[in-house]
């Protein structure tokens, strides 16, 4: 990477504000940053008002990061193209249903030089029924190199500034050591690591044992019964990623906050928990309460949990895999909740 590093946010949903958060103010604290941060946004209208144009002038996202102040350094752009076509570093964080189109739009109009970050949890699908990381659909789309940055980092807590960890997984070092300087802060400690298969495969997963967590809570079952969710949960992504993606797999990564550390955050916390306990209390669609209870924000748990599903059908691996098979049965209705744990009676014995 070149000196005077520009750096572009490509999304500005609750994630992707928190972090311009973090990535405005550290620019200005090395010489080596360049002290514009343009951020994609995509248009809507906030009470006739356009969303960007709020952005800009008040220096808050109205919507998705309620109550916070973006530093003056972050620049709203609707254009994706405009957003990204300087940058050298590009940040991804939109819900992952977006990055092809997203980065298809890009592609050929970025520098050759820029490389990646995804902070995005999910996977993309490819056409065979296997699932694509995203930061793999990134490389391939743009033909840069591509990070990624996951943890225990609900968006809100981290706009709050307050301590949390997160885990870089890189395996460029002089690339991993400007990624610390960009995301660092005294609350928001990065770990970088060379083990960037599981960092990510981690982070999508998760939502699909968080959802576990909230048929969980819906069904009224306490606290022991969240541990074995959560542990029998670990235990299918461990499983899953030394299957699938075992190059450079490293058991360690597990302990980090990409880890074990956003799998708890995530089942206590996260949307994905809480629109599952609605879904078990109320018998909506999950659909409907996306719509009624995320303002706009994706649920990515029960979309990555038929990624998956489609996946292990393919390769015949279903009965090794109870949890994500009762998440994706549940989700689609095909079980009720109560039948969930009948299936974590059946996990597996070996790893
Ligand atoms: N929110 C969190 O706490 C958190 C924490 C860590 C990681 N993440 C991950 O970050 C990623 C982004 O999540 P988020 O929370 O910033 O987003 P979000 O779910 O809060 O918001 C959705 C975003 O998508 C945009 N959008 C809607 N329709 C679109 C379209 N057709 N094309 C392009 N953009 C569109 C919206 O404008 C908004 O910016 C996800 O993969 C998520 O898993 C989120």
């Not at 009762?326 to 909740?337: C, E």
């Amino acid at each position: 990477m070149s000196s005077k590093k520009k750096v572009a946010i490509i999304g500005s949903g609750n994630w992707g504000s928190a972090i311009a958060k973090i990535i405005g103010a550290n620019v200005t604290k090395f010489p080596h940053f360049d002290n514009e941060v343009k951020m994609y946004v995509y248009e809507e209208l906030i009470d006739g008002k356009k969303l960007s144009e709020i952005i800009n002038s008040q220096h808050e996202n109205v919507k998705y990061l309620p109550g916070h102040t973006l530093p003056n350094t972050v620049i709203a752009v609707t254009d994706a193209v405009e957003t990204a076509k300087d940058a050298d570093i590009l940040v991804f964080v939109v819900p992952h249903a977006f990055v092809p189109r997203i980065c298809n739009s890009l592609k050929g109009k970025i520098k050759s030089t820029a490389v990646g970050i995804s902070l995005i949890k999910g996977f993309g699908e490819t056409p065979n029924g296997g699932i694509e990381l995203i930061s793999d659909v990134i490389k391939n789309i743009l033909s840069i190199d591509c990070a990624v940055l996951m943890g225990a980092n609900l968006a809100g807590e981290v706009a709050e500034e307050k301590f949390c960890e997160t885990t870089v997984g890189c395996r460029n070092k002089a690339n991993g050591i400007v990624f610390k300087e960009l995301f660092q802060t005294d609350n928001f400690r990065v770990t970088v690591v060379p083990d960037t298969y599981s960092v990510e495969i981690c982070g999508a997963l998760k939502n699909i044992v968080a959802m576990a967590a909230g048929f969980s809570d819906g069904l009224g079952y306490g606290d022991n019964t969240k541990s074995a969710v959560i542990r029998i949960g670990l235990k299918e992504m461990i499983r899953f990623i030394k299957t699938f993606y075992p190059d450079g797999t490293q058991d360690t990564t597990f302990f980090e906050s990409c880890g074990v550390a956003d799998l708890i955050t995530t089942c206590y916390g996260g949307r994905n928990r809480r629109v599952s306990e609605a879904f078990v209390k109320s018998g909506k669609t999950l659909d409907e309460l996306e719509k009624e209870l995320l303002n706009g924000q994706k649920l990515q748990g029960f979309q990555t949990a038929c990624e998956v599903m489609t996946m292990l059908k393919t390769n015949g691996h279903v009965d090794r895999y109870p949890l994500f098979e009762a998440v994706y049965l549940i989700g689609r209705k095909d079980i009720p909740p109560k039948d969930m744990m009948e299936y974590l009676r059946r996990e597996p014995e070996d790893l």
